[in-house]
């Protein structure tokens, strides 16, 4: 006797009669569902209805992927918040060079969004500017 | 990064074509093939369940199988993978202690989820049942299940070709008139 796993067993029945399903003539069909009282295009309504709803669940999960990811991004762009007083101390040591590279010393020619940006820069890298005052 | 579709397999657009030039009677061999491995209660889920593994690049369909052979895969290896998950999980449920909301125990859990309703539906049962009193099908399905090849199961049933044949669709009938009625009835 085969070795067949639980499974399979429980299929082995279902496998032999989709089978028989599959080989069924149109006339075969269309003579079981007037008997069993059922409407092909009924039948093909709902199986129409199933690809359907099969289609707008994957359309929904991917727009839920997207918002997602757009408010993770959201949140990432968030992680440095300035305060009026970060900015003034973090202003006045890059204008003043104080402990400051080249690059960052020359913030006197730097816009104000430059300014701001540099800021940004320096407290996500985690440059710390004493209060001196 | 999306996946590479392979050259032997048909796309999504085809698939949407075929399921707009789906006749009438292959949506009842569709209904008909899922009833035969879920419960009829589940089938229409089971049938979604199809597409949505077609849709979302799960399964592909391959070029050299027509539709409903491969439909009838894509169902059956669903039907067999949740029967799997279900045999192998423990039926567990957690409920609050006597008078008590914060601490909880775990117990057998008596309400299927509907993974368990696919695990739990026996259609061999069924069919046990509704033939209980005739030899020639309990045979031939005994025989079936213990894996026996079809010249086997006619030789041991005393069957020729179409007495095969006949009671094969017997069976069928049987059990797709059996599920029905639990349509109906549901």
Request: charged share 35%; net charge negative.
């Amino acid at each position: 006797m085969p070795d067949r796993d639980d499974v399979a067993r429980k299929l082995a029945l279902a496998d032999i009669l989709v089978e028989d399903i599959l080989n069924m003539s149109d006339s075969e069909v269309l003579a079981e569902a007037k008997d069993d009282g059922i409407s092909p295009d009924e039948a093909l309504a709902r199986v129409k209805g199933r690809f359907k709803a099969a289609e707008t669940n994957l359309s929904k999960a991917k727009l839920k992927a997207a918002r997602a990811a757009v408010d993770n991004d959201r949140q990432r762009a968030n992680v440095v918040r300035l305060e009026t007083k970060d900015i003034e101390r973090y202003r006045k040591a890059i204008r003043h060079g104080d402990g400051l590279t080249l690059a960052a010393r020359n913030g006197t020619h730097m816009s104000t969004n430059d300014e701001l940006n540099l800021i940004e820069d320096m407290i996500e890298l985690g440059i710390d500017i004493d209060d001196k005052e | 990064m999306t996946k590479a579709i392979p050259k032997d397999v048909r796309d999504l657009d085809e698939v949407r074509e075929r399921i707009d030039g789906l006749t009438g009677v292959e949506a009842l061999k569709l209904e008909q093939i899922a009833r035969r491995f879920v419960a009829s209660c589940d089938a229409p889920d089971l049938l979604q369940e199809a597409f949505s593994r077609i849709l979302e690049g799960g399964r592909n369909w391959p070029s050299d199988i027509e539709f409903l052979p491969f439909m009838a895969q894509v169902m059956r290896s669903i039907a067999s993978t949740e029967r799997r998950k279900t045999d192998s999980r423990p039926e567990l449920r957690v409920v609050p202690h006597h008078g008590e909301q914060l601490t909880f125990d775990t117990v057998a859990d008596p309400n299927g989820t509907p993974e368990d309703i696919v695990g739990e539906w026996d259609e061999l049962a069924a069919a046990r049942e509704l033939f209980a009193g005739d030899d020639t099908a309990t045979t031939y399905i005994d025989a079936i299940v213990a894996g026996f090849r079809r010249q086997e199961i006619m030789e041991l049933c005393d069957l020729d070709a179409n007495g095969y044949e006949t009671v094969t669709r017997r069976i069928k009938r049987r059990l797709e008139k059996r599920s029905l009625k639990d349509v109906h009835n549901a």
